[in-house]
T-cell receptor
Framework: QQPVQSPQAVILREGEDAVINCSSS?????VHWYRQKHGEAPVFLMI?????EQKGHEKISASFNEKKQQSSLYLTASQLSYSGTYFC???????????FGKGTRLSVIA | GAVVSQHPSWVICKSGTSVKIECRSL??????MFWYRQFPKQSLMLMAT?????????EQGVEKDKFLINHASLTLSTLTVTSAHPEDSSFYIC???????????FGPGTRLTVT
């Protein structure tokens, strides 16, 4: 089943923070976050494994609550380069593929 | 990170012709490859999963005779769109995963336009 992302779209000014949520109706082994710019393929941001993981890189971090089957992506002090569509992909096990949410369109303006 | 390439980046073809798209893992062995299709402003929709040396598993609603997938080696998978029609115009993206790993890496995509 396709995970549900919220919000669908968000507009930020440079320097503002944002949170993107991803929730699933089934048990998950991992959650993957990608950013896609217009006309390009998705770029891998990070993966979180079950076990209540949190991780981050510079000003982008994420958490995974496996009990709630939810993950959140945190963007702090947003930059213009953060603009794009963010997708979460969920993986339950084995050789199954990632199933992607519908995406969250993030626009950062000056 | 691992690198996946796709060729061509874009292709324009006439209705009724066939188009082949190649997906290669450049620095790792891709035991499993996935083919996605993405329409404008929509999410990535999985078309099929292929394991090296095996027949591809197609998602419901995807015509296997129209979208031929071959995963002949651990570094190459091909998608052939047969008898293409304008409604097949889309952004096709392959993704690859190595055995025993969690990460799934995407190619840069191929934009197909059928006239």
């Amino acid at each position: 089943q396709q995970p549900v992302q919220s919000p669908q779209a968000v507009i930020l000014r440079e320097g503002e923070d944002a949170v993107i949520n991803c929730s699933s109706s089934k048990a998950l082994y991992s959650v993957h976050w990608y950013r896609q710019k217009h006309g390009e393929a998705p770029v891998f941001l990070m993966i979180l494994l079950k076990g209540g993981e949190q991780k981050g890189h510079e000003k982008i971090s994420a958490s995974f609550n496996e009990k709630k089957q939810q993950s959140s992506l945190y963007l702090t002090a947003s930059q213009l380069s953060y603009s794009g569509t963010y997708f979460c992909g969920t993986w339950d096990s084995g050789n199954t593929p990632l199933v992607f949410g519908k995406g969250t369109r993030l626009s950062v303006i000056a | 990170g691992a690198v996946v390439s796709q060729h061509p980046s874009w292709v324009i073809c006439k209705s009724g012709t066939s188009v082949k798209i190649e997906c290669r893992s450049l620095d790792f062995q891709a035991t499993t490859m996935f083919w996605y299709r993405q329409f404008p402003k929509q999410s990535l929709m999985l078309m099929a999963t292929s394991n090296e040396g095996s027949k591809a598993t197609y998602e419901q609603g995807v015509e296997k005779d129209k979208f031929l997938i071959n995963h002949a080696s651990l570094t190459l998978s091909t998608l052939t769109v047969t008898s293409a029609h304008p409604e097949d115009s889309s952004f096709y993206i392959c993704s690859a995963r190595s055995s025993g790993t969690y990460e799934q890496y995407f190619g840069p995509g191929t934009r197909l336009t059928v006239t």
